[in-house]
């Protein structure tokens, strides 16, 4: 299958083609339309299908712009009160008519004449959807959508001052590469004893959001809300035993590779004792990677990267910079973090990031470059729901690509010593990431299990989970207070709730890949695009299979593909 990057906003035929999301009373005439038609054939039906589908992308859209406007300006209140007013305004308008359309559809007698095996996802989704609905959880809701954008105003706002200059807790972080230990550590201090400052807003925002999901969860007929959100992100395939399997096999299969990483590095560092602000240290004498200096070159560079793999890759990219939908480098004012957003009607998705000039920062580049892809792939999907794919199988998109295209890093330096430098440290990312993940699936967990508690019990809990992942390599000793409130740095505790997990098993899906790449790179790829382009019209296990892969986080399997990066890791 050819793909093209050239990708073409859908034409409307339902909407009128110049129509804009500014108020209720213009929006509401079409949600009645849809309620109030007669359906009388599967022809009749899936025109109904396709106008829902049309609203759908056009509210998802607007809504994305407002976000992503916010994001990269949380200083500007227009933007903010643009964003609330459709949290608050007209989200709470539009749910009860969703749910209506989602009766409409499953109690239509002509649904049952459509295509069951092309439809399978789609409508399981929309039953999931109607499970879960209560009206009462709208207000809820659409102060929850408000109150989770508060975490970004308020580390959007964090700053330090190293060398005399003022630097954003991203750009800051690019001191713990300096050769200088002094200077590591006056950094790491610095960067932790700024989170501190605002460890009691943060708890504050915190415990309000876990009371209101708590509710949340009550209202739909939930124990916790733990069991509520796993069934609203469609968790069909996987459970939470899977999840504490997965905990385990980190503890059993990764953290020996952990800690036998951190013994290499002490000792490449000619240290007695390693230290947090040692982590991402280079021995005297060896300056940090600079892979790029500013966001165009950043841009330049990975496009470059791209189109040695794949020429359609490289021109997802260029269109995305020729329409304006990259943000790369960090300023003040910015919320932290990185994201690709996908825009439903337009197509080519909008990329956000917090650049630096690090290393990090291009392995961030190429996973949202990855997530970028999948949407190119997935816009030609009939109906809005078919893109909306599982989110493990999204991060397999990204983190296999990151994956993918190390062979092709030497745009970014200079020498192949440079270029062994930064594979070797992707590769430690690889296997070290796993221990974090585990850490904040497990605490969300008890988070949520146990709603009632108080922030020193929150806090002890934090600390004895994050023990448990900790390598003993690394000595820890005076730093309790910054580790007990470490969780603060995490977004995803915040603003997406229970979304980690995925990035573990989206890992193996991306070692597996990778597997594959280094026996077959053109089957890989085949591979990768044919489950990408897919998009949730397939069960997860089914996308994993289409891409080649198992889909399994058994302890087995875990030690397996630990085995091969650490066999990569001593082959470099």
Known sequence: MTYSAN???????????????????????????????????????????????????????????????????????????????????????????????????????????????????????????????????????????????????????????????????????????????KLREEVYRKISERRLQDKQVLNDLFSSLLQKRHQVAVNAGFENYRDYRFLELGRFDYSKENCYQFHEAVKLHVMPLVNQLYEAKKKKLGLDILRPWDIEAEPAGTQPLQPFKTGAELTDKTITCFNELRSFFGGCLSKMREMGRLDLESRKGKAPGGYNCPLAETGAPFIFMNAAGTLDDVTTMVHEGGHAIHSFVAHELELTGFKEYPTEIAEVASMAMELFSMDKWKVYFETEEELKRAKEQQLERVITIFPWIATIDKFQHWIYENPVHTEKERADKW???????????????????????????????????????????????????????????????????????????????????????????????????MEFVKKEMDDL
């Open 7 to 181: 990708i073409k906003k859908l034409p409307r035929r339902f909407l009128p083609a110049d129509f804009s999301i500014t108020d209720w009373e213009s929006l509401e005439p079409y949600f009645k339309n849809l309620e109030e038609r007669e359906i009388s054939s599967v022809a009749d039906l899936e025109k109904w299908l396709k106008d829902a589908s049309e609203i759908e992308a056009v509210i998802s859209e607007d809504a994305c712009w407002r976000q992503i406007k916010m994001t990269c300006d949380t200083e500007n209140k227009e933007l903010e009160e643009a964003f609330s007013f459709f949290m608050m305004e007209l989200q709470p308008k539009i749910q009860p008519y969703s749910d209506k359309l989602n009766k409409k559809l499953v109690t239509c007698p002509i649904t049952k004449e459509l295509d069951q095996k092309k439809y399978f996802t789609y409508l399981r989704n929309v039953k999931k959807n109607i499970d879960i609905f209560r009206e009462e959880n709208i207000p809820i809701n659409a102060e929850l959508n408000v109150m989770q954008q508060q975490f970004g105003m308020i580390s959007g706002k964090m700053t330090v001052e190293v060398k005399g200059q003022e630097y954003t807790l991203q750009q800051a972080a690019k001191f713990l590469e300096d050769p200088d230990r």
């Open 463 to 561: 600390f004895e989970i994050l023990d448990e992942f900790s390598s003993t390599v690394i000595d820890f000793s005076g730093l309790d207070e910054y580790r007990c409130y470490s969780w603060h740095r995490q977004l995803h505790l915040f603003e997406v709730p229970f979304y980690y997990i995925e990035y573990g098993i989206a890992q193996l899906g991306a070692i597996g890949l990778w597997q594959q790449y280094k026996q077959n790179p053109e089957t890989a790829i085949n591979n990768y695009l044919n489950a990408l382009q897919l998009g949730g019209t397939k069960t997860l296990p089914d996308l994993f299979k289409t891409a080649g892969l198992q889909f399994d986080f058994s302890p087995a399997y875990i030690k397996q593909l």
